[in-house]
């Protein structure tokens, strides 16, 4: 017992760290979204928001895979922490709207270098034999912080305001950055011989990769297919509002519980992998982590009711850890964390630039066709690249992909 509690002291420390800073996320996300609409009264300014991220990726995740794999990921990842905390807390400072969009777009440059940083880093930490029980554990920290975050946004907005909440949530950053700090470095680089990042090394490195994805197409097949479902989730849920209040006829506080609900399910289903994960092969987890997925959008695109929709919301919700653990751990399983950096972010970029395509290609058709239409389709194309990712787990000859030991 005492052998298990030291091999999990610094995966601990790992995921508490993760699940402040996912917390600070959710405060930031309520709390953002309120103050730009305060500032400037506008809902397409409010949109705005969502786009940033995208963007900032398109224009940054072909080069930030170079500067990540020749550094210290550890040191990155506390770098953009400690950058995260300290724009939040000048927002409540600056004078318009202009200065909040100019601090976005670094917090989106801050996140488009943790990420990699981050997916990397857990590899580096977590042995192979624990990383499907890690990454469901964290699949329960980000799904807690999903209802937690909002939670106490929401109060300290209510018994204060938004400004005196950004501040608190700069904070819970640099506690984060903290943990980190105590945990072991995995990198050990002579920095001298790191290269300089500059046009050569880039197009050196995007080489690197396109040579990866050649010699194993099957790992880019099946997390290429695993990003094409994340594309279309991520049009449904940008009409996700537009389409509970005017189509099914919810009212607010009806989509405010099925967003609580949605969370409940993904908390559900996160501590049932946490405590189960053993139970399941990776195959399993992921095949029917993505089929239910569908299923609960498929749900959702003909609901007509609150019930209707709340069924289909929980069961996406509570299906959407099990893909996501599985998957996670088939990518770090597969991928050399000395090429993580890189692939990550190519594969980060492609998932940008598509899902701002398809977000105002849906926005547009929806104009054109009803809604429903819309959703329904995207949720069978969901479904059925979901059926190519089933048929591709279970290739026969593929199986050694999925070894866990």
């Known amino acids: 017992m005492k052998s298990q509690l030291a091999h999990w002291k610094e995966p601990i420390f790992l995921l508490t760290s993760v699940g402040i800073a996912s917390i600070g996320d959710f405060i930031y996300l309520v709390a953002i979204n309120i103050l730009v609409f305060q500032m400037t009264g506008s809902a397409a300014a409010v949109a705005g928001l969502w786009i940033i991220g995208p963007i900032v990726n398109i224009l940054t995740k072909f080069w930030t895979g170079s500067f990540i ?10 770098l953009t922490y400690l950058a995260r905390a300290f724009f ?5 400072f600056v004078p318009n709207i202009v200065f909040v969009y100019l601090i976005l777009i670094f917090l989106s440059i801050a996140k488009a270098f943790f990420t990699p940083s981050s ?10 034999h624990m990383r499907k029980r890690y990454n469901s554990m964290q699949s329960f920290t980000t799904s807690g912080a999903f209802i937690i975050g909002p939670a106490i946004g929401g109060t ?22 903290c943990l980190l700090y105590v945990l072991p470095e995995k990198d050990s680089y002579d920095k001298n011989a790191i290269p300089k990042l500059s046009f050569v090394q880039i197009v050196t490195d995007v080489k690197v990769v396109l040579s990866f994805v050649n010699k194993h197409t099957y790992v880019v097949l099946l997390y290429l297919a695993f990003l ?9 849920d940008a009409q996700e509002v537009v389409f509970a209040q005017q189509v099914v006829g919810l009212t607010e506080v009806d989509y405010s519980m099925l967003v609580s609900i949605t969370g409940i399910g993904s908390i559900a289903g996160a501590l049932i992998i946490s405590v189960f994960s053993q139970k399941f092969s990776l195959r399993y987890l992921i095949a029917l982590g993505i089929l239910m997925q569908a299923t609960g959008y498929i749900l959702y695109a003909f609901s007509w009711s609150f019930l209707s929709i709340a069924f289909g919301f929980t069961i996406l919700g509570f299906f959407n850890v099990f893909l996501n ?20 972010s190519i594969f980060q970029l492609l998932q940008s630039l598509f899902q701002i395509i398809f977000v ?3 926005g547009v058709i929806s104009d054109i066709i009803p809604l429903r239409i819309t ?14 990712m089933v048929v591709l787990l279970f290739l026969p000859e593929k199986k050694l992909y999925f070894q866990e030991t």
């Open 325 to 344: 653990a599985g998957i996670m751990t088939f990518y770090q399983n597969s991928v050399p964390t000395a090429l993580m950096g890189r692939v990550t």
């Open 69 to 78: 794999d020749y550094r210290s990921k550890r040191k990155i990842m506390i």
């Open 119 to 128: 997916t990397t880093y857990i590899t580096q930490l977590i042995p192979r």
């Open 360 to 362: 105002l290609g849906v």
């Open 156 to 177: 300290l907005i209510l018994i204060s305001s938004v400004k005196p909440t950004l501040l608190m949530n700069a904070s819970l950053f640099v506690l984060a950055a």
């Open 375 to 388: 959703i329904i389709a995207l949720a069978f194309g969901m479904l059925i690249v979901g059926g190519l």
């Open 88 to 92: 939040i807390f000048f927002i409540p």
């Open 228 to 236: 094409a479902t994340t594309i279309f989730t991520f049009a449904m």
